[in-house]
């Protein structure tokens, strides 16, 4: 585990899946329509944050050029914060999916966690990507 502080707020479109984590991969397929015919590649991002009920709330996201875009396509937008982060660097993840859970499950036992943000999964590269937790600043 190591601290990565990000430097830049990020802004992303966003798809809340409907259940956890059965609902995982139909979100990111309902997310990939709204990203036809929009300019450029699009860096991937998976949030989730605990609820109240002891549920898991998941969003499939991808990077934006700010809430009028998210506006323009009927998607909600989001905010990753910049600050400061615990992380690891999961590679060739898609070869165990199940280690993303248990690398989450890790970094959330640090007691400097930001209650309210979400848990970020950066997919960075296709095959690579950064978990993140972001601390209370």
């Not at 397929?29 to 709330?57: K, V």
């Amino acid at each position: 585990m190591q601290i990565f502080d990000l430097e830049h707020d990020i802004s992303v479109i966003a798809v809340r899946a409907k259940s956890f984590p059965d609902g995982i991969m139909d979100a990111f397929e309902a997310l990939n329509p709204l990203l036809a015919n929009r300019e450029g590649p699009r860096t991937l991002y998976g949030l989730s944050r605990m609820q109240a009920d002891g549920g898991i709330e998941y969003v499939a996201a991808a990077g934006c050029n700010g809430p009028g875009e998210a506006a323009e396509i009927g998607a909600e937008y989001i905010v990753i914060p910049k600050g400061k982060y615990a992380s690891v660097i999961l590679e060739d993840w898609a070869k165990n999916i199940p280690m993303i859970g248990q690398t989450f499950d890790q970094l959330c036992s640090n007691p400097g966690l930001d209650p309210v943000a979400y848990c970020v999964e950066w997919y960075f590269s296709p095959k690579d990507l950064r978990c993140m937790v972001k601390l209370v600043d």
